[in-house]
């Protein structure tokens, strides 16, 4: 009995631990109808913690009527203190094998620090418009 008690507090501890260790993420996905990404598409973040290193990962859902080699978009970043920032930034989304659903996450900024405490908005705006595309998103990980 003494056993079995120990083996379940073990159990306990270490699912304890595990919860803790998990990177606390911000994930925002925006569905597309008809599977068209075609205009602007605006994600806000709350940051509360101007020292933290943090990854912005980009997240495309898409399906079997996606044709293209990769997707051209642009990325407005405006800061809580109104600084703006917009580059160019290319998906390169490989064409499904089968015909189920698929999605692809790809590295935006690594180890940034988002400088200002405040609400802070990304756009991705595609260059042209993409068929098969049925969501896309922003993953933040601390």
């Keep these: ?14 699912a304890i631990a595990m919860a803790c260790n998990t990177t606390p993420r911000t ?46 978009l642009r990325v407005l970043t405006v800061a809580p203190d109104s600084m703006v920032l917009e580059e160019p930034f290319v998906l390169r989304v490989p064409r499904l094998s089968d ?12 180890n940034v620090v988002l400088k200002h405490k405040g609400d802070y908005l990304f756009r991705l705006t595609p260059e042209t418009a993409v068929e098969g595309i049925a969501s896309v998103g922003l993953i933040i990980e601390e």
């Design 1 to 14: 009995m003494r056993s079995i008690i120990r083996h379940i507090l073990l159990l306990a501890v270490m």
């Design 27 to 72: 994930v925002e996905v925006i569905d597309h109808e008809g599977s068209v990404w075609s205009s602007a598409e605006e994600i806000y973040y709350t940051n509360q913690d101007s020292l933290l290193k943090r990854d912005i990962k980009i997240v495309v859902r898409y399906d079997r009527t996606y044709k293209a080699d990769s997707i051209a």
């Design 99 to 110: 015909l189920r659903p698929e999605e692809q996450t790809f590295v935006y900024r690594s």
